[in-house]
């Protein structure tokens, strides 16, 4: 039996408030949302923060709306808020019918237990994981303490001098090939950025939020031609966090791509947008031999550690092998059209 | 799921009939209490402070800061376990906290008592080892060529632990003269049982000097036995008594050092103890499957007839002995007990390397060798043109015989298994003809009902059922069986209620304690039913009798007459009731009898005539075949086992559907070990010891399974049953394995199979090479000159 540290709970009741708490307590503090990343880390013992700064009370955070409510940049998308659940991701109707990869990777996630308690910010934010990092005291002392914990070596490639641990949300390559906003609070106001910004190629510092910043809301704009799809390597049909995960979107004008993403999840400690492979997309028709070296391309861009489930060689081999189905994938499907059908109603959905 | 049954006896009330388990509702309603449930006053919370080191020498401990800890009330270490103990005689190896040496990553070397767990958890990081690291040995290979300090100072050289070799027969005759000559190198991986239930035991020590464990066990008994060793009581005064018990498979079989230490530290403290493992402890408990290296060379005849078997295996031990000395010998036991040998040869070994023990998790050493035997088959059957089940239809072990090495089969339903599986799943149409990515696997197996022999050699009784009726029609019944899940208690319930013609409900039982109930070995070896269930017989139909003829004296009327039927004592021809059974109870009681019967099994000797014979012989064989279909992704490697057909002759189903949970119990568990699981390590250390990292199949791996009843009556069984909570996980990794090949054909000879393995194979096909992935070499050891044993008369001859 694992005990949680003790620690004082605090819980704001607006944005601000936990902005200030944030930013007052600094790194003595972490953020709890659903709790499922975070109290298995506390237990662990991979972080011993003084107080946690529940969210749950935060009304900001919450709800899904249309852009009838939300500032959207172009006023016609949807904003997730980050306290959304998991699971209404999955049960979203104005989700599953707009953006069916968003629901598609949730379902994707975890367990159904989790995924009740997971959020969205949660799973954004998700920790990055390594095989050396996330187990217990006496693993860790008898392994040699690596760099993510209190030691200076890391333990998956002991000659470099930064952390591999891998991202691990399956949300973010999803969201980062929709082109979607993350809306972030902080002292200094809010800011809106590219999901892809949001994250940075450091094992031990994965994301690009500056202390006491919070992910408020995902804002995705509405599709016009763009079909996508995400694809999830993991050695069971459930429960397991990826050990690849493949994301492609593709804005389709007539036969030709107009625009393409793929992104790679789990390969590093940031999801990987391999230009190589888009370039070779974008602005021409997705033939066959065309999806083929945009997989190629993928096999080529990454470089999976040994820090995850599944062995690093066979992961990039089915890298190429997803990379090219889920292209398959992406062009079966019918594009959402503008227009009446693909028109968002307004109003709050929860 | 789906099920077909054979046809029932009408005359049984309950046997054969579908009921709920008698401990049903308190499970499913939370009401069940187990090990870590059970309320204590003044009660202590135990740790165990475990090794960072896979193999050190310990120079001194020191706890006196731990000490100093408020809350805390005692630390203990090797030094307050000296005795050493262990579930074989000849393996007295542990202890429950290291002496001088720690072993492997999670090797108990000290234990703690405070208030609360978290006192306890956070005063164990104050405790200061000084070890002296030494060399560390991962596999078998390093064991074996091992230069440094030996894992075991006794042990003998090179880490080997036990080595064997028997002959039977004429082999080397057999293989000079065969048609053809198949021989092939495996691997299995070792892996954990995975019970839900985490082990836990709360000790308690009375003034006067009396022990008392609560714990989640399969063999109160043996750990009766090991705790009075190791804490130096007269065994009269330990009481073991098994909780409720969330699973146990073979990983609580002995007394384990979180069992030892709680009761030390009640002793020490005079309050009782609780010492509960988190998952990761126990997979440093383990006594799970031994990781096999398995050399297989198979003589046959043009037509697929079997002349002769050479087995070789190596085990991976881990750091103690436990059951690993009767592991070793059941590597190598049955498979002249599923297949007509004329010729045999087992040679194995078993290792001592750095990592947690391995010991009898369910199939105790017998689904390596019969993995590899079934793919073995598979390949001779392709060899020879031969469908696979032809081949093993040819070769089936006869009804009532005896094998070469010596065991007596008596009902063996094989044959009906292989056919009834067969056509079930359309294997015949199927095998070879479905496209590519598709496929069929058949494979079929044996396994014991009940070790014929006890683990301390003894003329005693392997159980014993006693029964006492009072004036209110109320049956007590206690045996020191435990159910562990697998139903035991139902199995108790079902027999003395079928023949004293009663209801479950008024059968009230005390099991798996062994102050309550007289003594039963325990759960492992599959040999509950059959022995308790013999037992209970004997002693139900003991108290009918004496009742039947108190009442027939009464009302004079033959005792053949009168039988017990829907609680009342009846005519047999009319069925017509004439009195009640408690009325039957008062007068019994008032002609003088007590009321009280009892009865016990030993199973009839039957060991053969030389070392080792100990192990493999059992009063009865359950029978079992297997057809797993499988979707295989050429491009991925991913294997989706889509669906389950697996036949198992158990003998008469006395509740069938327990034999239905077993079943499918078994196969979510061979599977797992065919295509997920595996203990494996990086390094010394375990490399995931988690239920995240482990990877156990989840709900949404598991196929539809077909569960298919072949009844045999067994002459010995009671009402004929045998065996079924180990059988069926045995032809499961083998069907899978056939299934791979049969819808990519490619080879991976040994589990798990990973989709990372099927691709490495799938990409020497690709390239023209061999389409196999497996082991390449087998371990270098020295068997010692084989032990010639003379077959018994009537073993099949050439």
Same mark, same amino acid.
């Given at each position: ?50 107080? *946690? ?60 237990? @989790? ?9 954004? #934010? ?27 070596? #890391? ?42 910004? *949001? ?61 393409? +993403? ?18 070779? @997309? ?58 009446? &059908? ?9 | ?57 310990? +120079? ?27 579930? *074989? ?216 007839? !079997? ?26 036991? @049955? ?76 009902? #063996? ?113 599959? +040999? ?5 269930? &013999? ?51 008062? !007068? ?6 007590? *009321? ?29 075949? #297997? ?172």
């Amino acid at each position: 039996m694992l005990h949680l540290p003790s620690f004082r709970y605090l819980a704001p009741r607006s944005l601000s408030e936990a902005v200030g708490l944030l930013a007052e307590l600094g790194a003595e503090a972490q953020l709890l949302a659903g709790g499922t990343d975070l109290l298995p880390l506390l237990k662990r013992g991979q972080l011993s923060p003084r107080y *946690l700064v529940a969210l749950a009370g935060v009304p900001e955070l919450s709800g899904i709306r249309t852009a009838a409510e939300a500032t959207v940049r172009d006023g016609s998308g949807l904003t997730l808020g980050a306290l959304t659940s998991i699971a209404e991701l999955t049960r979203q109707p104005v989700l599953r019918r707009h953006f069916p990869v968003i629901g598609h990777a949730a379902s994707l996630i975890a367990t159904p237990t @989790l995924r009740s308690m997971g959020t969205l910010g949660g799973n954004l #934010c998700l920790d990055t994981r390594c095989t050396y990092v996330n187990r217990s005291p006496l693993w860790r002392e008898a392994a040699g303490d690596c760099l993510k914990c209190t030691g200076d070596v #890391c333990r998956v490639a002991p000659g470099d001098d930064r952390c591999w641990a891998a991202v691990s949300s399956d949300l973010a390559p999803a969201m980062i090939a929709l082109d979607a906003q993350i809306r972030i609070a902080g002292p200094r106001g809010e800011r809106v950025i590219p999901a892809e910004a *949001l994250y940075r190629d450091d094992g031990l510092s994965h994301l690009t939020l500056s202390a006491g910043e919070i992910v408020v809301d995902v804002q995705l704009l509405r599709p016009t031609g763009v079909c996508a799809s995400y694809m999830k390597l993991r050695p069971r049909a459930s429960f397991d966090f990826p050990s690849l995960g493949v994301a492609v979107a593709l804005r389709m004008a007539k036969d030709e791509c107009e625009n393409a +993403r793929v992104v790679v999840g789990a390969v590093a400690s940031r999801p990987l947008r391999i230009a190589e492979a888009e370039v070779i @997309l974008t602005g021409h028709v997705p033939t066959a031999e065309r999806l083929s070296a945009a997989a190629d391309a993928v096999h080529r861009a990454i470089r999976p550690m040994d820090n995850v489930d599944l062995p690093p060689g066979y992961r990039r081999q089915v890298a190429r092998v997803f990379t090219e189905r889920a292209l398959q994938h992406a062009l079966r499907q019918v594009p959402a059209r503008a227009g009446a &059908n693909g028109a968002l109603t307004p109003g709050r959905q929860n | 799921m789906s099920s077909t049954g054979s046809t029932r006896t009408p005359d049984f009330t309950i046997i054969g009939h579908r009921r709920s388990k008698v401990d049903a509702w308190p499970k499913v309603t939370g009401r069940a209490n187990y090990a870590d449930d059970l309320p204590f006053a003044h009660l202590l919370y135990a740790r165990l402070l475990r090794s960072p080191h896979a193999h050190a020498r310990i +120079r001194a401990i020191d706890a006196t800061r731990a000490l100093a800890v408020p809350g805390v009330t005692a630390v203990i270490s090797g030094a307050d376990l000296p005795v050493p103990y262990g579930i *074989l005689p000849v393996s007295q190896d542990e202890h429950g906290l290291a002496v001088d040496k720690v072993r492997f990553v999670g090797d108990p070397v000290a234990a703690i008592a405070a208030e609360d767990e978290e006192t306890a958890d956070h005063a164990m990081g104050l405790i200061v080892v000084d070890y002296d690291v030494l060399t560390a040995c991962m596999t078998v290979d390093e064991a074996l060529s091992a230069t440094g300090d030996p894992i075991h100072a006794n042990g003998k050289a090179n880490n080997v632990h036990k080595r064997v070799a028997l002959e039977f027969g004429a082999v080397e005759a057999a293989f000079e003269a065969a048609a053809h000559v198949r021989e092939d190198l495996f691997f299995y991986g070792g892996s954990n049982h995975l019970a839900l239930e985490e082990h836990a035991a709360v000790a308690e020590y009375s003034p006067d000097g009396r022990l008392t464990l609560w714990s989640s066990t399969q063999t109160p008994h043996y750990v009766q036995r090991a705790l009075a060793k190791a804490l130096q009581l007269p065994e009269r005064r330990v009481r073991v008594v098994a909780s409720v018990i969330g699973g146990g498979f073979g990983g609580k079989t002995e007394a384990l050092p979180h069992e030892v230490a709680a009761a030390r530290l009640a002793m020490i403290t005079g309050r009782p103890v609780k010492c509960r493992l988190s998952r990761e402890e126990v997979f440093y408990s383990h006594r799970g499957r031994h990781p096999m290296h398995v050399q297989l060379r198979a003589a046959a005849r043009v037509d697929g007839t !079997l002349t002769g078997l050479h087995v070789r295996t190596v085990l991976d031990g881990g750091a103690y002995g436990s059951y690993g000395v009767a592991s070793t010998y059941y590597s190598g036991a @049955l498979p002249p007990a599923t297949y007509r040998l004329p010729a045999y040869r087992f040679e194995g070994a078993r290792v001592f390397t750095n990592k947690p023990p391995c010991g009898p998790k369910r199939g105790h050493g017998t689904p390596q060798p019969r993995f590899g035997l079934e793919v073995l088959l598979d390949k001779l059957a392709e060899d020879l043109g031969l469908d696979p089940l032809a081949i093993r239809l040819k070769n089936l072990v006869a009804e009532d015989s005896v094998t070469v090495n010596h065991l007596r089969v008596t009902s #063996c339903g094989l044959r009906a298994c292989l056919e009834r599986v067969a056509d079930a799943s359309g294997f015949l149409d199927k095998h070879r003809r479905l496209p590519r990515g598709e496929g069929v696997g058949l494979a079929a197996s044996c396994y014991l009902s009940g070790a014929a022999l006890p683990i301390y050699w003894n003329g005693l009784p392997h159980t014993t059922v006693h029964i006492q009726a009072d004036r209110t029609g109320t049956v007590h019944v206690a045996c020191g069986a435990t159910d562990i899940g697998q139903g035991s208690d139902s199995v108790l319930a079902s027999l003395v209620a079928e023949v004293l013609g009663l209801d479950l409900v008024d059968i009230q039982l005390d099991t798996a304690d062994t102050a309550l109930a007289a003594v039963d070995l325990g759960s492992y070896s599959s +040999r509950v039913t059959f022995m308790m269930g &013999n037992a209970a017989l004997r002693a139900a139909e003991n108290l009918r009798e004496q009742v039947l003829c108190a009442v027939g004296r009464e009302l004079h009327l033959p005792t053949h007459r009168l039988i017990l039927h829907s609680g009342q004592v009846a005519l047999r021809d009319e069925r017509s009731p004439i009195m009640s059974w408690p009325d039957a109870l008062q !007068l019994t009681q008032a002609s003088g009898a007590v *009321l009280a019967a009892s009865g016990t099994y030993a199973p009839p000797p039957l060991a053969g005539p030389y070392k080792g014979a100990g192990v493999g012989p059992s009063p009865a064989y359950s029978y079992s075949a #297997c057809v797993v279909h499988v979707n295989v992704d050429a491009e991925t490697g991913q294997v989706v086992p889509s669906e389950v057909w697996l036949a198992h002759d158990g003998g008469r189903a006395l509740n069938p559907t327990q034999v239905e949970g077993q079943i499918e119990g078994g196969v979510y568990m061979g599977l797992g070990e065919a295509l997920w699981e595996e203990q494996s390590f990086r390094g010394p250390l375990h490399a995931g010891p988690t239920a995240l990292d482990y990877k156990t199949p989840t709900a949404l791996d598991m196929p539809i399974v077909h569960c298919l009843l072949v009844e045999t009556d067994d002459r010995e069984g009671p009402f004929g049953a045998k065996e079924v909570g180990q059988g069926p996980l045995l032809p499961v990794p083998p069907a899978v394995a056939n299934a791979v090949y049969d819808a990519v054909g490619v080879r991976v000879d040994e589990v798990p199979i990973t989709p990372d393995k099927v691709l490495r194979a799938l990409d020497r096909q690709a390239r023209g090479q061999p389409a196999r992935h497996g082991p390449r070499r087998f371990p270098d050891i020295a068997y010692p000159p084989l032990t010639v044993v003379e077959p018994p008369a009537g073993a099949p001859q050439l």
